[in-house]
Nanobody
Framework: QVRLVESGGGLVQAGGSLRLSCAASGIMSSINAMGWYRQAPGKQRELVASITRGGSTNYADSVKGRFTISGDTAKATVHLQMNSLKPEDTAVYCC???????????WGQGTQVTVSS
């Protein structure tokens, strides 16, 4: 019954903004971390941003200064505010959750972000 639901993806012009959201349910454990990966055709999967139970955040160098992650592991929700978007940001963005129990990783289905030039 574990479910991760992402929303907020779409089509935006270069320089625009999008806000992604992810809500997890059915996880029978405390959550150690949540975050976002992305993968574009022909490119390696990239960890975009993460946030831990203690509130620490990390970002890929390619998005520092443009993206902001926020969330609440206790509520199992996470957001990614994406500003100054570039065509290179085009990818499928997937939310993930890492549980305290057994460090198990759950994944969402992903949401498409397309940035036009």
């Amino acid at each position: 019954q574990v479910r991760l639901v992402e929303s907020g993806g779409g089509l935006v012009q270069a320089g625009g903004s999008l806000r992604l959201s992810c809500a997890a349910s059915g996880i029978m454990s405390s959550i150690n971390a949540m975050g976002w990966y992305r993968q574009a055709p022909g490119k390696q999967r990239e960890l975009v941003a993460s946030i831990t139970r203690g509130g620490s955040t990390n970002y890929a160098d390619s998005v520092k200064g443009r993206f902001t992650i926020s969330g609440d592991t206790a509520k199992a929700t996470v957001h990614l505010q994406m500003n100054s978007l570039k065509p290179e940001d085009t990818a499928v963005y997937c939310c993930y959750v890492v549980t305290q129990l057994r460090d198990y990783v759950y994944w969402g289905q992903g949401t498409q972000v397309t940035v036009s030039s």
